[in-house]
Nanobody, 123 residues
Framework: QVQLLGSGGGLVQAGGSLRLSCTASGSIRSINVMSWYRQAPGKQRELVAAIGSGDNTAYADSAKGRFTISRDNAKNTVYLQMNSLEPEDTGVYYC?????????????????WGQGTQVTVSS
């Protein structure tokens, strides 16, 4: 069974940095798009950054210039390097994988969500 396992959250002061990681476990042949979403207290989940299989990237306006998304296809892992963190970045960060193809399986899993990792930025 394929799962997404995220890690790397924590408590950091404003201006600090954190690196989130998320690995897809299981026998995987390919993943189309891998993304990070954030859900702040009392708010809807929102897209922070996404990266396609060809390493094309997209960022929310709030993340541009501060966050960098990357992936290691050999490890089925996506990273989110977050610099110059602000209190507004506080929330639970979820990784997401779209169109996951398992080895030996002709069909694909439309999407998977990780369990979420808490990021808290203090002022």
């Amino acid at each position: 069974q394929v799962q997404l396992l995220g890690s790397g959250g924590g408590l950091v002061q404003a201006g600090g940095s954190l690196r989130l990681s998320c690995t897809a476990s299981g026998s995987i042949r390919s993943i189309n798009v891998m993304s990070w979403y954030r859900q702040a207290p009392g708010k809807q989940r929102e897209l922070v950054a996404a990266i396609g299989s060809g390493d094309n990237t997209a960022y929310a306006d709030s993340a541009k210039g501060r966050f960098t998304i990357s992936r290691d296809n050999a490890k089925n892992t996506v990273y989110l390097q977050m610099n110059s963190l602000e209190p507004e970045d506080t929330g639970v960060y979820y990784c997401h994988a779209a169109a996951v193809v398992e080895r030996g399986n002709p069909s694909y899993i439309p999407e998977l969500w990780g369990q979420g990792t808490q990021v808290t930025v203090s002022s």
